[in-house]
């Protein structure tokens, strides 16, 4: 009976979680492979990334970086030789592969409009839904479960099927391509969301702190924002990082309502072609550059991440 | 969720009671899907929608009986 | 001494704020639930009352003033006797099931392992959750690249492995294997959604209870069959279930991976439904596909509310 009692199972053996480890660490660097060698890609010249076969070392250059973020024309050996000298070490790179630098490429307006409307929509829909999963935490609202269940299957609905009447909606209102149509729809797929994770992190509030204040004197309002949202702070915070990256990798809607002026990331990024064919040292480099905020934000998230991925159901 | 405490509604017939009747509006949106995706009949194809929306408008209506 | 109007002035906003301050709980309620729910109306039930609409219509977006004619269910019986319809589903199919089934064999398999508790437990499960956070659409795009015949990582560590010629395949171009790239992407990208998710209710799952089932000299595999597993099962059905509604709307990461092809070997019901709908501009026909997986979504979602209930409760 002593074995029993010397490991218990809630304990695994030393060896059992040996080889557990190892197996784990296995499976997490071959699935971390993939975007190491995106990363690794993003440093190689245009020749060395499409070598066969691949090479793993290779001379490491900045060019991916370069071209995502200039337009460049090929010229005759006699005109660049007529050219004043290159002025900057990007020009030399660029000068170096027979081009000139025409201007500056899209990629930053882009950028700036991922960041627009990401924030844009995230902060909306945390506010809405921060207030509307007060109300349904602490109010009896009629048909409460009803309601919920219509906020989350707004979330369900395939995208390309809602982009249709969308798409019509936007045309006759004028908000085709623009970022304040774009923020909106996010803000409507977003709401769902935080309305469940926020309840769910608001329920976790036990309501004797505001009663103890409206007791104090505090109006129900005031027990709302000075009590309750403090101590949910926390909470917004997850939500809103899930919100932010939601809007951030949405691709459906974007490429379907947006071409240009409120075009993001995702949709942009397959369409950086170099001479004949995709440019892949700078297609790596903004792929590079688009998840790394992601990556940051999953460390920070780790700890709510099964919250946020589950509506708030599962809370560890 | 919320908790309601409510009695038990022991007038409503036990056969359309919520648990069952969802369990067979469930039953009948899975049986939609399967024909919906299945390779080997089109006839089959050909009702999976009306056999998927019975299912869940049924689902919708039936969620609404006492327990 | 001041006057009237002064001291009115001064009461005014004394009232608006009294009037907040004793606004009854009930109205505190609406106001703070109708700006969200507004919100969706207008673009999410707005647009669905609108796609119903025309789904009984032969618009056509790209020609806003041809004479709109109500063509009653054409559209649905088009759709549901079209055999290329029908092999979209099929395709779907063919992701869904192979993709939900690989992700919760590695899925549990891994999280099992992880609630061993080894060392650095919690780094390891950061890398691997990584990819899920990444966006579809990018994964598909640069998924392209690792697969290319040649100049691909994939192929190349295939080849290194099997001995076969890396230009011998080609997991996008191949009607055989581009079905199984879509799938093999989905399974690197969504493995730890059913990962996370399982390892929750492993550790939802008491220790006495193991302690008993020890002090009665169960088996380690009777307590995986008897216990971890019935224990765990709500938690897998809501992965699936999650899953299962996903992959069935799956369009940013196949679009970009394969967008159909070759031919149409891998179009699933998405893909089919935005070439149906924003390349040959069948408004009013794909409004009617566009219900159908609605209505298939918003069933399965009817079910996955139910089982997340159920989780709630543990």
């Not at chain 1, 249709?164 to 797929?189: C, E, H, Q, S």
């Not at chain 3, 309620?29 to 609409?53: E, G, K, M, R, Y």
């Not at chain 3, 598909?140 to 290194?160: C, D, E, K, M, R």
């Not at chain 3, 299962?244 to 967008?259: G, P």
Request: positive net charge; hydrophobic residues 50%; contains cysteine.
């Amino acid at each position: 009976m002593s074995t029993v009692a010397a490991h218990s199972v809630a304990e695994p053996s030393q060896l059992a979680k040996t080889i557990g480890g190892m197996l784990v660490a296995t499976y997490a660097i071959i699935a971390i492979l993939p975007l190491l060698w995106i990363f690794l890609t993003s440093f190689k010249t245009p020749t060395d990334s499409i070598s066969y076969p691949p090479k793993i070392i290779s001379e490491s250059s900045v060019e991916g970086y370069v071209n995502l973020f200039t337009t460049r024309t090929r010229q005759t050996p006699e005109f660049l030789a007529s050219l004043p000298p290159p002025q900057t070490w990007y020009e030399r790179l660029v000068r170096s592969r027979n081009m000139v630098i025409a201007g500056p490429s899209k990629v930053v307006p882009r950028f700036i409009n991922s960041i627009v409307i990401g924030f844009g929509s995230t902060f909306l829909a945390v506010c809405l839904g921060t207030i509307a999963a007060y109300a349904f935490s602490r109010f009896r609202v009629p048909l409460a479960d009803d309601l919920l269940f219509f906020i989350l299957s707004t979330r369900m609905m395939p995208p390309i099927a809602v982009a249709i009447p969308i798409y019509l909606m936007f045309r006759n209102l004028g908000l085709t391509d623009t970022k304040l149509g774009m923020i909106l729809l996010y803000t409507a797929v977003n709401v769902s969301l935080a309305v469940w994770l926020l309840k769910g992190f608001i329920d976790e509030i036990p309501r004797e702190y505001e009663e103890a204040a409206m007791v104090d004197g505090y109006s129900r309002l005031q027990a709302f924002f000075k009590v309750v949202l403090p101590q949910a702070i926390t909470g917004i915070a997850a939500t809103a990082i899930f919100c932010l990256i939601f809007a951030w990798n949405e691709y459906a809607f974007a490429v379907l309502l947006t071409s240009g002026d409120a075009q993001t990331m995702p949709p942009f990024i397959p369409f950086i072609i170099g001479e004949g064919g995709q440019d892949w040292p700078a297609v790596a480099a903004a792929t590079t550059l688009f998840f790394l905020p992601i990556l940051l934000f999953t460390v920070l998230l780790r700890r709510h991440l099964l919250r946020g991925i589950t509506f708030g159901a599962v809370r560890k | 969720m919320n908790e309601r405490i409510e009695p038990r509604a022991s007038r409503f017939p036990r056969l359309l009671r919520r648990g069952p009747c969802e369990a067979v509006t469930m039953l009948l949106i899975g049986l939609g899907v399967v024909m919906l995706m299945q390779p080997f009949s089109l006839n089959l194809f050909s009702y999976s929608f009306v056999t998927i929306l019975a299912g869940t408008l049924g689902f919708v209506i039936v969620s609404h009986f006492p327990d | 001494m001041s006057t009237l109007a002064e001291r009115a002035d001064a009461r005014a906003p004394r009232r608006l704020a009294f009037r907040l301050s004793t606004m009854s709980d009930r109205a505190i309620a609406w106001l703070f639930i109708t700006p969200s729910v507004l919100l969706l109306l207008a673009i999410n039930i707005f647009p669905l009352l609108w796609t119903i609409q025309l789904s009984f219509t032969n618009y056509r977006a790209n020609r806003p003033n041809a004479p709109l004619r109500y063509v009653g269910l054409d559209n649905y019986r088009d759709i549901l006797s079209d055999p290329d319809v029908w092999h979209a589903m099929q395709a779907t199919a063919h992701f869904v099931l192979w993709s939900i089934g690989l992700e919760m064999l590695i899925g549990f398999g891994l999280a099992l392992l992880i609630n061993r508790r080894f060392r650095a437990h919690s780094f390891w499960t950061t890398m691997i959750l990584l990819p899920m956070m990444l966006s579809p659409a990018v994964v598909g795009n640069f998924w392209t690249f690792l697969l290319q015949p040649q100049i691909g990582l994939f192929n190349s560590v295939v080849a290194f492995f099997t001995g076969a010629d890396p230009s011998s395949f080609q997991m996008i171009g191949d009607v055989a294997l581009a079905p199984w790239a879509i799938v093999m992407v989905d399974v690197w990208m969504w493995t730890p959604y059913v990962m996370l998710i399982c390892l929750a209710g492993l550790r939802s799952i008491p220790d006495y209870i193991y302690e008993a089932a020890e002090v009665d000299r169960a088996s380690r595999w009777r307590q995986f069959w008897s216990i971890t597993l019935p224990m765990v099962m709500p938690f897998l059905m809501l992965a699936i279930l999650f899953r299962a509604i996903e992959n069935f709307k799956m369009f940013d990461m196949v679009n970009l991976l394969t967008s159909g092809g070759p031919g149409s070997t891998t179009e699933v019901a998405s893909i089919t439904l935005k070439r149906e709908a924003f390349e040959k501009w069948r408004t009013g026909y794909s409004s009617a596909l566009a219900i159908i997986l609605f209505v298939t979504v918003f069933g399965a979602a009817n079910i996955y509310v139910r089982v997340l209930d159920r989780v709630k409760q543990r």
